[in-house]
């Protein structure tokens, strides 16, 4: 039998073994194939293991009929489920992460602005106020008070401001702090992660282009989606 044919195929890699689940035959035929495979292992090896299902989807009870099978079987230890199924959740967090959310406000000392997705402002964010998204932060105002862009994680969110004197910038985890003096802001400015130095910078607008190429087209279809 053939790679090709095989209901279970175990591949080394760096992170340890990738098992993969073939998503066309029976689960009652991959169960047997696993247990099989799993009978003629090392009985000492603690290696973890990554169960990737491909598109089948593993309900949790089949989950745990494959954790039994290698717990009785073999010493291996799972170390997650992988597939290329998404789950609903995760497509509504996509959707979600995918559209622009406008609001015509400004936002005040004590405020809290917070979106799924790109927020855009059609106003100030005023010192004390904050604006929060797990996409981009577009502020159409003058930007004096907190913006945190990417609050999910994503380095590559960027805030935009039509003036740019914040107290403080946030993307993902990382944090710029606006001087101890009194400094002027600057119109039409971005702040991104250097990816390079993994520190938060800021440029001039026309300079985003070469920065994030393709922010443009995601903007324009978070606008079409929101």
Request: aromatic share 6%.
């Amino acid at each position: 039998m053939n790679d090709s044919m095989q209901s279970v195929l175990m591949k080394g890699t760096q992170e340890g073994i990738t098992v993969y689940l073939n998503d066309e035959c029976s689960f009652e035929q991959l169960l047997n194939e696993l247990k099989t495979k799993l009978e003629t292992s090392n009985k000492e090896d603690r290696t973890e293991l990554i169960l990737h299902s491909q598109y089948r989807y593993l309900r949790t009870e089949q989950k745990k009929q494959i954790h039994e099978i290698i717990e009785k079987n073999s010493s291996y230890r799972i170390k997650q489920f992988q597939s290329y199924v998404l789950t609903s959740d995760e497509v509504t967090k996509q959707i979600n992460n995918m559209s622009v959310r406008p609001a015509i406000r400004n936002v005040r000392s004590g405020q809290v602005h917070q979106v799924e997705g790109d927020a855009l402002i059609l106003g100030d964010i005023n010192p004390g106020g904050m604006v929060m998204a797990t996409g981009n932060v577009y502020v159409f105002g003058k930007l004096r008070g907190i913006a945190h862009a990417g609050t999910d994680g994503n380095k590559e969110c960027v805030i935009v401001a039509s003036y740019m004197n914040p107290s403080q910038l946030r993307i993902a985890n990382k944090i710029s702090r606006s001087p101890d003096y009194d400094v002027e802001g600057s119109d039409r400015e971005f702040a991104y992660i250097n990816l390079e130095n993994d520190m938060i910078e800021v440029e001039k607008v026309n300079y985003l282009p070469k920065v994030r190429p393709n922010l443009i087209d995601r903007l324009e279809r978070g606008i079409e989606n929101g």
